[in-house]
């Protein structure tokens, strides 16, 4: 489904000047339902001045009105024919100057918990090339000691839908092709929810203190069958070292 330009200012727009629920915005927008809350709390998007999407001809009054009185209504994009062709535009994702630099440590994210993941479909989520990948994988990039793994979602360079979709398809990839996955990597392809919600796998511990294993030689196991020794017997002395000389 094609989303409309400036997806993100247009449902700026349509949260403060309509009534259609979190869904029906977050659809037409191709943007999550938790995105679209965190718009109308005013934690999300803070800034944007929203993009009118009826007087940008992207919707009409009448299919707005139709989806506010029946929110099980999906908005559909009014036919702009200069748009045809836009969304196949191929190429690198565009990543803002300002985020640029969070690229490396999005890609060691990347490699170090999703290592199914393709170069290609890793360059695809942040918008880089596969020689930096190569290099954070092969740890021989420039700044490696420095970086420092963090979550491109967190960071926005991708959205979790986007990644999760890549991951499921990393997975069925080497599903096809016969591989076997550890129980790690198949406990990294469960999206996000899931995986907060799974509950915690007992660990087996690394080393048993105080329960090792121990051996008794022929001696000390007689030592242990015989009688126990009256303590008092080695304070009575003999009658004749008692005697005064």
Same mark, same amino acid.
């Given at each position: 489904?094609?989303?409309?330009?400036?997806?993100?200012?247009?449902?700026?727009?349509?949260?403060?000047?309509?009534?259609?629920?979190?869904?029906?915005?977050?659809?037409?927008?191709?943007?999550?339902?938790?995105?679209?809350?965190?718009?109308?709390?005013?934690?999300?998007?803070?800034?944007?001045?929203?993009?009118?999407?009826?007087?940008?001809?992207?919707?009409?009054?009448?299919?707005?009105?139709?989806?506010?009185?029946?929110?099980?209504? =999906? +908005?559909?994009?009014?036919?702009?024919?200069?748009?045809?062709? /836009? *969304?196949?535009?191929?190429?690198?994702?565009?990543?803002? @100057?300002?985020?640029?630099?969070?690229?490396?440590?999005?890609?060691?994210?990347?490699?170090?918990?999703?290592?199914?993941?393709?170069?290609?479909?890793?360059?695809?989520?942040?918008?880089?090339?596969?020689?930096?990948?190569?290099?954070?994988?092969?740890?021989?990039?420039?700044?490696?000691?420095?970086?420092?793994?963090?979550?491109?979602?967190?960071?926005?360079?991708?959205?979790?839908?986007e990644l999760d979709l890549a991951v499921h398809k990393a997975a069925e990839k080497k599903r096809a092709e016969g591989g076997v996955m550890s129980d790690d990597?198949?406990? =990294? +392809?469960?999206?996000?929810?899931?995986?907060?919600?799974?509950? /915690? *796998?007992?660990?087996?511990?690394?080393?048993?203190?105080? @329960?090792?294993?121990?051996?008794?030689?022929?001696?000390?196991?007689?030592?242990?069958?015989?009688?126990?020794?009256?303590?008092?017997?080695?304070?009575?002395?003999?009658?004749?070292?008692?005697?005064?000389?």
């Amino acid at each position: 489904m094609a989303k409309p330009i400036m997806a993100k200012a247009t449902a700026v727009w349509l949260v403060d000047n309509t009534t259609l629920t979190f869904k029906q915005v977050a659809d037409f927008c191709d943007l999550h339902e938790l995105e679209v809350q965190g718009i109308a709390d005013g934690d999300v998007a803070t800034g944007v001045k929203g993009f009118d999407p009826i007087a940008n001809n992207q919707l009409t009054a009448e299919e707005i009105k139709a989806a506010e009185e029946n929110p099980s209504h =999906k +908005l559909r994009l009014k036919f702009n024919p200069a748009a045809v062709g /836009e *969304e196949k535009r191929r190429g690198p994702r565009y990543t803002p @100057l300002s985020k640029r630099q969070d690229r490396p440590a999005s890609i060691y994210w990347l490699v170090k918990f999703h290592p199914e993941l393709s170069d290609g479909q890793v360059s695809k989520l942040v918008g880089t090339t596969k020689p930096t990948i190569q290099a954070i994988r092969e740890r021989t990039h420039w700044n490696i000691q420095n970086i420092e793994p963090i979550d491109p979602v967190a960071l926005g360079l991708c959205k979790q839908s986007e990644l999760d979709l890549a991951v499921h398809k990393a997975a069925e990839k080497k599903r096809a092709e016969g591989g076997v996955m550890s129980d790690d990597e198949r406990r =990294k +392809l469960v999206s996000t929810e899931q995986s907060l919600g799974a509950p /915690e *796998e007992p660990k087996l511990p690394s080393a048993i203190e105080g @329960l090792e294993t121990f051996s008794l030689s022929t001696d000390d196991v007689e030592k242990t069958e015989e009688a126990p020794v009256d303590a008092d017997s080695f304070f009575n002395l003999p009658d004749g070292d008692t005697d005064d000389e």
